[in-house]
């Protein structure tokens, strides 16, 4: 059963830092990984997927990375901003078609 | 991109009563459909998936009896909670699959619902 795992569960850094988020997860078989962003009591916003051929995407100040081998991710961040604030989920699809399987999410805050 | 609603954001009744929950694609024609519930500063918890024109397959420990999931159109699908009682209060999202190569899941703004 395909478990994924998020580190940090929270994190608070200046305004300005540059972060990194990491995910891992323990079947490296999968279809592709998608990183989503969730403000409090909203629904979630895709940020980033990464295709199981890819080793990155970039959008912005995002860049995500994938190396399948090692099961991990992460989600940088450059020059963060208070507007970054939010929870920033990771979430891999083992096949097409099959459901998302989620980790528990890092908190981000922000300060000004 | 790809827009998903669902209606009502937020729902309040009270206990014994049926609540039921709309999820739309917008722009696109969804086969398949996810219920998802959230806990506080939990993650997303897979219920059900829906897809068109068949029954829903519900995950382990989602009583389907109790979450009624209708899938009758590629745009619509609907989410009915029987019977609430106050351990139903949650907070529920929606996501429809859009196909194709990157088979990309869009999610909903979610509805909060509480039990009293």
């Known amino acids: 059963k395909q478990e994924v795992t998020q580190i940090p569960a929270a994190l608070s850094v200046p305004e300005g830092e540059n972060l990194v988020l990491n995910c891992s997860f323990t079947?490296?078989?999968?279809?592709?990984l998608q990183w989503f962003r969730q403000d409090p009591g909203k629904g979630l916003t895709s940020l980033l997927l990464?295709?199981?051929?890819?080793r990155e995407q970039t959008s912005g100040r995002l860049n995500a990375s994938l190396d399948k081998s090692s099961g991990r991710s992460t989600l940088y961040i450059a020059a963060s901003q208070p507007g970054d604030s939010a929870t920033y989920l990771c979430?891999?699809?083992?096949?097409?078609?099959?459901?998302?399987?989620f980790g528990e999410g890092t908190q981000l805050t922000v300060n000004p | 991109g790809a827009v998903v609603s669902q209606h009502p954001s937020r729902v309040i009744c009270k206990s014994g009563t049926s609540v039921k929950i709309e999820c739309r694609s917008l722009?696109?024609?969804?086969?398949?459909m996810f219920w998802y519930r959230q806990f506080p500063k939990k993650s997303l918890m897979l219920m059900a998936t829906?897809?068109?024109?068949?029954?829903?397959?519900?995950e382990q420990g989602v009583e389907k009896d109790k979450f009624l999931i209708n899938h009758a159109s590629l745009t619509l699908s609907t989410l009915t909670v029987t019977s609430a009682h106050p351990e139903d209060s949650s907070f529920y999202i929606c996501?429809?699959?859009?196909?194709?190569?990157?088979?990309?899941?869009?999610f909903g703004p979610g509805t909060r619902l509480t039990v009293l």
């Open positions: 996501s429809a699959r859009l196909g194709g190569r990157l088979d990309t899941q869009y």
């Open positions: 079947d490296s078989a999968i279809y592709n």
């Open positions: 990464i295709q199981s051929s890819q």
């Open positions: 979430a891999v699809k083992e096949t097409s078609g099959s459901r998302l399987t």
């Open positions: 722009d696109f024609q969804a086969t398949t």
């Open positions: 829906s897809n068109e024109g068949s029954k829903a397959t519900y």
